[in-house]
Nanobody, 123 residues
């Protein structure tokens, strides 16, 4: 069973920084993409940033220049989201996602989600 576990959320003042981490577990052979989504109260879940196996990244316009997604070169099952210059409108639950993970048995898990980590930015 493939699992994604997020950590690093918290409370921060506007202008501050946080780093989120997501670790994938479960006898993993290959991860296609790992990314971050967020959902604010009363809003739909939206893409924040995504990193694919080739190292390419994609960001929401609202976070470009402020957030950076990266992977752990040694442990290919970890992704980070460095968030800087945080704004109150960045307040949300941040979810880690992978679109496709292949495990040792050959099984492919699709569209896997973590449980989320709360990020609160105060003005």
């Amino acid at each position: 069973q493939v699992q994604l576990v997020e950590s690093g959320g918290g409370l921060v003042q506007a202008g501050g920084s946080l780093r989120l981490s997501c670790v994938a577990s479960g006898n993993i052979l290959y991860i296609n993409t790992m990314g971050w989504y967020r959902q604010a109260p009363g809003e739909q879940r939206e893409l924040v940033a995504v990193l694919n196996a080739a190292g390419s990244t994609n960001y929401a316009d609202s976070v470009k220049g402020r957030f950076t997604i990266s992977g752990d070169n040694a442990a290919k099952n970890t992704v980070y989201l460095q968030m800087s210059s945080l704004k109150p409108e960045d307040t949300a639950v941040y979810y880690c996602n992978s679109d496709r993970v292949r495990v040792v048995s050959g099984y492919q898990a699709l569209d896997i989600w973590g449980r989320g980590t709360q990020v609160t930015v105060t003005s």
